[in-house]
């Protein structure tokens, strides 16, 4: 005999994903902790130099908890250090639209928008993360940011 698959459960949770009301990890039984563990864990594979480990950790978190900005900046970054510029972008771009006014995610996209050679596009981003790190100056660490972004901007103007 095979086995019986309900389909009516199956269904509803598609439509449970999809609607935004759960995501896979919640329907795996994954908690915050053990995706927390992964995302470490995606992390020191990524500061190894171990691409393919990050970009595996990070990708698996992007699936099973999409909602989290931060799994999508990871994964885009792995996906960016190995080449992948317009996978990256996209992925830079999911980040952004979760947390707009994060201008270390701006700066990524300059960065991969430049390698893209859309100048255009990259002044423009440049720009904004420029705007972004003088409206938060509770922010130290912004400014460093600020400044890095300053400077290719003016390469970018030569």
Known sequence: MGSFVNTDTISQA??????????????AGIGADALEVIYHRGYTAWCADNIDQAISDFGFLVLH?????????AFASALHQQGEVTNALNFYGYAAAMKANEPGIIYRIAECLYALDEVDATRDALDAVILLCYGQTD???LASLRQHAEEFLIRLNK
């Open 14 to 27: 598609c439509l449970a994903v999809l609607s935004g009301q759960q995501t896979l990890a919640s329907i």
């Open 65 to 73: 908890q999409p909602m989290d900005y931060r799994f999508h900046f």
């Open 139 to 141: 922010r130290l660490e």
